[in-house]
């Protein structure tokens, strides 16, 4: 117990923050497994009042007391600060059909039949938030207006077994329990009751819409909108699928290496017009820029995240000390998580931290393994190689335990895009900003036409190795934990290669294959029979062993039913071999083993 308390001294001496945070985040990972009441937070929080005092005497305390208590503070504030943002109750409405009248929040990616909303809803003089989709051939919405309509309210229902996607849990962790389905006779009148945040919304929209109304391809300005404004709702399903398969999904999707880029744009042009003793005032010129872009595009966690890192970093380039990246890491997280405790949860969340921490504790190490650069476009390249190896190792755990595929050539597809990243982002940028401004010119539509002409030829090329691609791989958390232990050994292997250092590392990757062993041949072991909803459809499914089959009735929907049913489920059942059978569309019953089951 003595040793355990130096270790967590030392670690707090080291980087004192960083394992506060995680205290932290131990704490809202508690509350929301136990889900305390008001009567146990309350006690929690005093205890934490107490504990604030202690502090403030630190001097009459061990120093190896004093940082125990520090942690179990942040991890009671963590308790606390999640109690205070977990989900309101869902209202009840007795009839699911309602007039309703709403406005927008948000716009989020389309379905094939649907546009989608985020939106506040008033019935019955009631406000809740809920999901809203129209018809997809329907006017868009804006911010600027009331909407009024007849509609559908469907509370978003849990899913019946533990291998789907729980959007039900998803949506409740915004506060949003209900989904409004309107079909047509929407009427609108204007708002006078604009807030700040919602005419900067209305603002973005705008500029969206200019670029719809530009000369480019469609492709072209859905990739625009999707890497400068953060706005990926209307790009198409096969463009989204070769990113995936290709694993550059994070360079569509706008991230830390768009905001580094962009501020390092700003600070360039400032300096090349003001003199070099007016340095410092560009820095917090270009900080306030990034800080309104990203209030502009809407405070994405990757954007938030790498503007408080870059404030960070830069206050400490301001104040001449010494940078810290984990540091600035932690900040922004405890930043963003005592704001939105719920935002822990976010997929995108995870990955954005994981990434940045991959490349803290991977890169210098793998740096030194390549040759060393004897000139600038080299030392670009193998930076490049560095960075993106450890971003992807990093994160590859978590990627395959939520989506259960990984790209491997993605490590190849990263050297040959990244690199030209900068010139696509810088040009993409400056045509969002023409457009902002309503200036339209042909010679920049055509260039940029081509430029994400090739670009896109480029990324659907690596996508078609498909046997480079691979999905469906069963994952659990505890595998996870064991590949995260396995890539933080991986540096001690690199950096010394020893017989300590090797010992760690192998038993490691021997663990990690003796559980999945042993999950796979307790999957084995289960047989069972379950009937699965889609729609007004039931699938029956008989799983002997590693074997499945399913019995559909309708093969129209085969393709939603493989996506939503049948892939999820043998992932999670670590299934070998799948049979898919026809049953009769008049099928009411299904007699098996002496038991029946409704299919109606």
């Not at 393994?369 to 971003?391: D, E």
């Not at 042993?518 to 072991?525: A, D, G, L, Y």
Request: hydrophobic share 50%; with cysteine; net charge positive.
């Amino acid at each position: 117990m003595f040793t355990l308390v130096v270790q967590i001294d030392e670690e707090l001496n080291r980087q004192p923050l960083l394992i506060l945070v995680c205290c932290f985040i131990l704490g809202i990972l508690f509350q929301d497994y136990f889900s305390f009441k008001k009567n146990c937070i309350l006690i929690v929080a005093i205890f934490c009042f107490f504990i604030a005092i202690f502090t403030l005497i630190k001097s009459f305390l061990i120093s190896r007391i004093y940082s125990v208590i520090l942690g179990v503070f942040f991890f009671g504030l963590g308790i606390c600060v999640n109690y205070l943002n977990s989900p309101e109750a869902s209202p009840v409405f007795l009839n699911p059909h309602q007039d309703i009248v709403f406005k927008i929040s948000k716009k989020l990616n389309s379905t094939e039949k649907n546009k989608k909303y985020e939106g506040i809803v008033e019935v019955d003089q009631r406000n809740f938030s809920s999901v809203i989709l129209i018809p997809k051939e329907s006017k868009e919405l804006d911010f600027k207006h009331y909407y009024k309509a007849k509609a559908y309210l469907a509370e978003a229902q849990s899913p019946e077994f533990d291998f789907q996607f729980d959007y039900a849990r998803y949506l409740s962790r915004k506060n949003i329990h209900y989904q409004c389905y309107i079909n047509d006779g929407i009427s609108s009148s204007l708002r006078n009751d604009l807030t700040l945040g919602e005419k900067i919304r209305q603002s973005r929209l705008e500029v969206l819409q200019n670029i719809n109304q530009s000369k480019m391809s469609s492709k072209s300005q859905e990739f625009l909108k999707g890497i400068i404004l953060a706005d990926r709702s209307g790009v198409d399903s096969e463009t989204l699928q070769d990113f995936n398969k290709a694993g550059l999904v994070h360079f569509l999707a706008i991230s830390g290496t768009h905001i580094v880029i962009i501020f390092g744009l700003l600070y360039y042009v400032l300096m090349r017009f003001l003199p070099l003793r007016f340095r410092k005032g560009v820095i917090i010129l270009s900080l306030i820029f990034i800080w309104i872009f990203a209030v502009f595009i809407g405070f994405g966690n990757s954007v938030v995240r790498s503007c408080i890192m870059l404030s960070v970093y830069f206050i400490y380039i301001l104040l001449q000390r010494k940078p810290d990246l984990l540091h600035s890491l932690a900040l922004s997280a405890f930043i963003i998580l005592v704001i939105d405790s719920q935002q822990f949860f976010d997929v995108g969340f995870q990955l954005s931290f994981l990434a940045v921490l991959g490349i803290y504790w991977l890169n210098q190490s793998i740096l030194k393994l390549l040759p060393k650069p004897n000139n600038f476009f080299k030392k670009i390249f193998f930076n490049t190689v560095s960075i993106s190896f450890s971003a992807q190792i990093a994160t590859m755990p978590l990627v395959v335990c939520y989506f259960h595929q990984f790209s491997a050539v993605s490590i190849i597809a990263n050297l040959f895009i990244i690199p030209f990243s900068e010139v696509i982002i810088v040009f993409s940028f400056l045509m969002t900003v023409l457009l902002a401004m309503k200036i339209d010119f042909w010679m920049f539509d055509t260039i940029y036409d081509f430029i994400i002409d090739v670009l896109l030829k480029s990324i659907h090329w690596f996508a078609k190795f498909e046997s480079l691609f691979f999905e469906n791989i069963p994952m659990n958390w505890w595998e996870a934990g064991v590949l995260f232990v396995i890539v933080y050994l991986l540096r001690f292997v690199v950096i010394k290669l020893n017989i300590k250092n090797f010992t760690q590392f192998t038993i490691a990757v021997f663990l990690f294959f003796i559980l999945r062993i042993s999950f796979s041949i307790f999957e084995e072991s289960n047989n069972e029979i379950l009937v699965h909803h889609y729609k007004k459809k039931n699938v029956l499914s008989v799983k002997s062993g590693t074997d499945v089959c399913f019995y559909i009735q309708n093969f129209d929907d085969q393709m939603k039913i493989q996506q939503y049913i049948i892939y999820p489920y043998c992932t999670s059942r670590r299934v070998k071999n799948v049979l898919i059978k026809k049953l009769p569309d008049n099928t009411g019953k299904v007699v098996f083993n002496k038991k029946v089951y409704e299919l109606k």
